[in-house]
């Protein structure tokens, strides 16, 4: 198999690390696309950092094997290192210098001539912002300054890759909103490609592909579409005068299983648009309202690991509501 | 090439890709990598004046102090001057000490920073980039033995306060220094790679710093010490940093006396020896921290 040429800027091949007894990463056969928002979804602990610290070279696998862009991170780890940009979960700047010598110095040790640099470093810093903060102490930038300022960073060397690892932890949701505008940006104008971590549910759905990882392995693979196309049933919460009347008249009328909740009765059914109609001219109980919510992330993760991801930020399951009565 | 027909065309770039990075020596590589975590250290040092105040402090107190009192304190009957062993000032002779205490605090700091930089995360941003690992250990131990031989300088300049003459011995203590400096870097840095918490790194070099230093005859003559400590002094690198120092700065020796040095089997070895030893010792050490930073887990 021939990595390069595919269009697969990373690709690992039976990849496991091992920490004694206890397996991080669980034998990964992953194929990233150029040019795509890669994200990596799962609970903290499913693995995710462990391979993203693996394809970055910095730590080796048990066994497997990964490429990206073309070089074997066991084999060509120089190589690697020069084609990738990296943003860590937790700030790697140094505080006590400022914002353009923190870029300098990453720029000296890529070994990136002198004027590539100084352009690269203007265009960059106008790419998230922060041009006028220039000469600006690292230390007295805000969380969300300083992480543009890591991406600017990861960016700086024209990587092939840029990875992030949980590019948002820590950060406001509207700060996080403002990451992800630049974020969406870059594979448009700098080409990059973009593998990144989260275990946000909101931020997974902004990822051009999504594999799902669990207990260090990878699950499932795919377009967040289509991924959720997989649950191929909407949840239906309806509002009526008689629950319970219409709880017995859904079962008998059309064999769905309703529960009770805070928000009214809810059921599942494929399409739930188009059975809308249907349940209203079938009901007697007069209906106060009725919500169809397409499947969510949420629900594929549900679906493929039996448990929803913990994850408050997001749009989360109230499933566990519990029975008004 | 792999590299060019995996890359899309698709994506137009605003500004020039950055071409691939010409193939240099790797020596010149290294090179520039040395140069920035040099630079990056000196631009912490001269921002960092509070510091550089205050690290001074403590040794003057320890010169015009201690070495006051004790120079009273250890005034021997029919002692005059120029009369041989016991007959010099004990400021003159306190003073490479004090010397050597000056640059240690700042030094051992700097090879500290990597505990640090681990701990901030800075350092996983350094061992990513495509350099050689020994080359960004030693670009922190030249910053060190800059940084740590600069606090040395407004010392020197206080020469004259403790009776030593000004004069080009001076620069030349100056330069052991920088080696000393070096060296009690390189010390600091193979803390850090062996050790990770900010909290044990402490402790142990608390614990190694003490012994190094009282050991090493820059506080008192430790020719006279007991056979088993005495093995110490000989093997304790700085002693011979300390004996350099003494003997390239007049009076240096005076209160002590010439033979109050290290020796060999009975034999001094001469001032070069004693700083090519050192440097062996340092370079060595840095080559086994080297070494250990290298390895991927």
């Keep these: 198999m021939t990595p390069s040429g595919t269009g697969a800027v990373i690709r690992t091949e039976g990849l496991r690390k091992a920490y004694g007894d206890i397996e991080a990463v669980a034998g990964l056969d992953l194929a990233v696309p150029a040019g795509e928002i890669f994200g990596f979804?799962?609970?903290?602990?499913?693995?995710?950092?462990?391979?993203?610290?693996?394809?970055?070279?910095?730590?080796?696998?048990?066994?497997?094997?990964?490429?990206?862009?073309?070089?074997?991170?066991?084999?060509?780890?120089?190589?690697?290192?020069?084609?990738?940009?990296?943003?860590?979960?937790?700030?790697?700047?140094?505080?006590?210098?400022?914002?353009?010598?923190?870029?300098?110095?990453?720029?000296?040790?890529?070994?990136?001539?002198r004027r590539t640099a100084r352009d690269r470093i203007g265009h960059l810093l106008e790419l998230v912002d922060l041009a006028d903060r220039r000469n600006a102490m690292v230390r007295t930038l805000s969380g969300g300054m300083q992480r543009r300022l890591e991406i600017a960073r990861g960016l700086l060397h024209s990587p092939r890759v840029l990875f992030l690892d949980e590019p948002t932890t820590g950060l406001d949701p509207q700060t996080r909103g403002a990451i992800w505008e630049y974020l969406?940006?870059?594979?448009?104008?700098?080409?990059?490609?973009?593998?990144?971590?989260?275990?946000?549910?909101?931020?997974?759905?902004?990822?051009?592909?999504?594999?799902?990882?669990?207990?260090?392995?990878?699950?499932?693979?795919?377009?967040?579409?289509l991924l959720k196309a997989v649950i191929a049933s909407d949840?239906?919460?309806?509002?009526?005068?008689?629950?319970?009347?219409?709880?017995?008249?859904?079962?008998?009328?059309?064999?769905?299983?309703?529960?009770a909740s805070a928000a009214g009765l809810r059921f599942r059914v494929a399409d739930g648009a188009a059975f809308v109609p249907r349940l209203c001219s079938e009901l007697t109980v007069p209906i106060h309202s009725v919500t169809v919510t397409p499947p969510t992330l949420d629900d594929v993760f549900l679906h493929y690991t039996g448990r929803p991801i913990r994850d408050a930020g997001g749009p989360g399951p109230t499933l566990s509501a519990g029975p008004r009565r | 090439m792999t590299h060019a027909d995996a890359l899309p065309d698709l994506t137009p770039r605003p500004v020039a890709a950055v071409p691939a990075p010409p193939r240099r020596a790797a020596a010149a590589r290294d090179l520039r990598t040395l140069r920035v975590l040099w630079r990056?250290?000196?631009?912490?040092?001269?921002?960092?004046?509070?510091?550089?105040?205050?690290?001074?402090?403590?040794?003057?107190?320890?010169?015009?102090?201690?070495?006051?009192?004790?120079?009273?304190?250890?005034?021997?009957?029919?002692?005059?001057?120029?009369?041989?062993?016991?007959?010099?000032?004990?400021?003159?002779?306190?003073?490479?000490?004090?010397?050597?205490?000056?640059?240690?605090?700042?030094?051992?700091?700097?090879?500290?920073?990597?505990?640090?930089?681990?701990?901030?995360?800075?350092?996983?941003?350094?061992?990513?980039?495509?350099?050689?690992?020994?080359?960004?250990?030693?670009?922190?131990?030249?910053?060190?033995?800059?940084?740590?031989?600069?606090?040395?300088?407004?010392?020197?300049?206080?020469?004259?306060?403790?009776?030593?003459?000004?004069?080009f011995h001076l620069l030349l203590a100056l330069a052991v220094l920088v080696l000393v400096a070096f060296s009690f870097t390189v010390l600091g840095v193979l803390g850090a790679v062996c050790i990770r918490k900010p909290e044990t790194f402490d402790i142990v070099m608390g614990l190694c710093a003490m012994p190094l230093l009282f050991l090493s005859g820059a506080?008192?003559?430790?020719?006279?010490?007991?056979?088993?400590?005495?093995?110490?002094?000989?093997?304790?690198?700085?002693?011979?940093?300390?004996?350099?120092?003494?003997?390239?700065?007049?009076?240096?020796?005076?209160?002590?006396?010439?033979?109050?040095?290290?020796?060999?089997?009975?034999?001094?070895?001469?001032?070069?020896?004693?700083?090519?030893?050192?440097?062996?010792?340092?370079?060595?050490?840095?080559?086994?921290?080297?070494?250990?930073?290298?390895?991927?887990?």
């Design chain 1, 41 to 113: 979804l799962g609970p903290n602990g499913a693995g995710k950092s462990t391979t993203i610290s693996m394809l970055c070279t910095l730590s080796r696998p048990t066994s497997g094997r990964a490429e990206v862009a073309g070089h074997d991170i066991v084999r060509e780890p120089a190589a690697v290192r020069r084609s990738i940009g990296l943003v860590f979960q937790e700030t790697t700047l140094d505080r006590e210098l400022t914002v353009e010598e923190n870029l300098r110095f990453q720029a000296d040790l890529f070994d990136m001539p």
């Design chain 2, 40 to 167: 990056r250290e000196m631009l912490r040092f001269v921002r960092n004046r509070v510091r550089i105040a205050t690290s001074l402090v403590m040794p003057l107190l320890f010169l015009l102090i201690l070495g006051s009192g004790l120079n009273s304190a250890l005034d021997r009957p029919g002692a005059g001057a120029g009369a041989g062993p016991g007959s010099g000032d004990f400021r003159s002779y306190l003073f490479p000490g004090v010397l050597l205490m000056v640059v240690q605090g700042p030094a051992m700091t700097v090879g500290a920073l990597i505990v640090w930089d681990r701990q901030a995360g800075f350092l996983r941003q350094m061992l990513v980039a495509p350099v050689r690992r020994g080359a960004l250990l030693g670009g922190i131990c030249l910053g060190g033995a800059t940084s740590g031989a600069a606090y040395a300088v407004p010392m020197l300049l206080m020469a004259g306060v403790v009776g030593v003459p000004y004069g």
């Design chain 1, 235 to 259: 949840l239906v919460e309806i509002r009526t005068g008689d629950d319970t009347a219409a709880a017995q008249a859904i079962r008998t009328r059309f064999g769905l299983d309703a529960t």
């Design chain 2, 219 to 297: 506080l008192f003559p430790v020719h006279q010490l007991p056979g088993w400590l005495n093995a110490a002094v000989v093997v304790n690198p700085l002693t011979y940093g300390v004996d350099a120092l003494r003997r390239v700065i007049p009076g240096g020796t005076a209160w002590a006396g010439e033979d109050a040095g290290p020796q060999w089997w009975g034999w001094t070895p001469p001032v070069l020896l004693e700083l090519a030893f050192l440097a062996l010792l340092a370079v060595g050490a840095l080559a086994v921290a080297a070494r250990r930073f290298s390895r991927t887990d």
């Design chain 1, 184 to 225: 969406l940006r870059l594979p448009r104008e700098d080409g990059v490609t973009i593998f990144l971590t989260t275990h946000h549910l909101a931020e997974a759905e902004h990822c051009g592909r999504l594999a799902i990882m669990d207990n260090g392995k990878l699950l499932v693979e795919d377009t967040p579409a």
